[in-house]
């Protein structure tokens, strides 16, 4: 092997930064094994506790028999959407999503992370420009960098600093977009998306909401935050993943028939890469149909957060945010390894977020919370994670 490529993986080790895959098994709902030791899953994106669900599971694959679903459309798409890949699911996956959202069209893509990569390429040129919140998803930078538009980061949340970029840069670009997430994944905290809409109004602008930690979870069909907020209709793309609460795989946007008609014909990661397979979209719209009936599951999910920020809080541990994934900030990488390991050690699998995924100096704990947990659950995190971190700082500075 290159010894530049050791080099380069020791230096990732020595700073606490080596990313490994970790194999679990033994799914039981929230609980998981790892290591041969059965844990509360506390790093799953399975918001609606649907993943694990085998009831749902069962109650799927009979309708597949009854419908004959398998026999139809087989299992691999086996070509790109544009050319035999296509399939009459999804196009009524699409418009179910169209119609659910009240906007003309909805276009799947293969995951958020295709979404991401492939819309502003294909929606902006040279005169245009991006807006994006600094802290938003790693799949929206790469699309940026995939794109020939001038783009400018602003802090996150801080809307002043998006009206002075629109105020002084507008005039000089055709178009202007701004990108935000709608709940930011790695801080449990959300947009303002009454004042991002009343920015993109007043300086003719685009707005591209990423929902991926929201759908499922708010509104009262579980659309997300533009739901809930009674803007929908003046988010021009609107993005959601399958594959977090929705438990499969894959994404869609809601737009306007004519940048759904840009996007299928110039946004490469919908065009270059195979269709879905019609069972998974099929399972996507068994799940979205199904998820807007679970107003229930969402509230216990915002019980359940609202409670352990308060228990946090009161062993003196900071918290931020207000969704479902509470975040904890350890600070150095090292620490936040040996930390996750502790509470392993103690029944919760936790995986540390170390930089790039996070700003330097920031490594945390992102706590998910899942609708299918209940307090019992959780009761006991608050105190075993203060002692462990008091213990683990102790140590740290004994061994140094
Ligand atoms: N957007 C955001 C905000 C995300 O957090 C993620 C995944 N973590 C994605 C997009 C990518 O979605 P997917 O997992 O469906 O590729």
């Given amino acids: 092997m290159s010894g530049e490529f050791q080099q380069r993986l020791q230096l990732l080790h020595d700073q ?65 959407r544009l050319l035999a890949g296509d399939s009459d699911l999804a196009h009524s996956l699409e418009d179910e999503l169209a119609t659910a959202y009240g906007r003309p069209t909805a276009l799947l893509f293969n995951s958020g992370y295709h979404a991401n990569i492939g819309i502003l390429p294909a929606l902006l040129g040279k005169n245009d420009l991006i807006l994006s919140d600094k802290l938003n998803h790693a799949s929206i930078h790469d699309g940026l960098r995939l794109c020939r538009a001038t783009h400018k980061r602003f802090a996150h949340r801080d809307y002043e600093q998006l009206e002075s970029f629109l105020a002084s840069h507008r005039h000089r670009y055709e178009q202007v977009i701004i990108v935000s997430e709608s709940v930011f994944s790695m801080d449990g905290d959300s947009a303002d998306l009454p004042r ?25 069909k579980g659309l997300g935050k533009a739901e809930e907020e009674g803007v929908g209709a003046d988010v021009d793309l609107l993005m959601g993943t399958f594959g977090k609460a929705f438990a499969s795989i894959g994404a869609f946007v809601v737009c306007s028939r004519e940048i759904h008609d840009i996007l299928v014909n110039f946004s490469r990661s919908l065009i270059f890469t195979t269709a879905l397979p019609p069972v998974v979209v099929n399972w996507s719209r068994h799940i979205f149909r199904l998820q807007q009936g679970m107003g229930e599951q969402r509230r216990h999910l915002a019980g359940l957060s609202r409670q352990l920020r308060l228990a946090l809080e009161k062993q003196g541990l900071a918290t931020a945010g207000d969704a479902n994934i509470i975040p904890l900030i350890i600070g150095a990488d090292q620490e936040a390894v040996r930390l996750a390991e502790r509470m392993r050690e103690q029944g919760f699998l936790i995986f540390p977020v170390r930089p790039p995924a996070v700003p330097e100096g920031t490594a945390r704990f992102r706590l998910s919370l899942t609708a299918d947990m209940q307090w019992s659950d959780l009761a006991a995190l608050p105190e075993i994670f203060g002692r462990e971190r008091a213990a683990n700082r102790s140590g740290a500075g004994a061994g140094v």
């Fill in 196 to 220: 991002l809409v009343s920015l993109k109004k007043k300086y003719d602008a685009l707005l591209y909401l990423d929902e991926a930690h929201a759908v499922g979870l708010y509104g009262g």
């Fill in 16 to 80: 606490g930064r080596l990313r490994q895959l970790r194999p679990l098994s033994g799914r039981r709902g929230c609980r998981v094994q790892y290591q041969g030791q059965d844990l509360l899953n506390l790093t799953s994106n399975d918001y609606l506790g649907l993943a694990g669900d085998m009831a749902l599971a069962e109650h799927f694959y009979q309708g597949l028999e009854a419908g004959n679903l398998l026999a139809e459309y087989g299992l691999g798409a086996a070509s790109s």
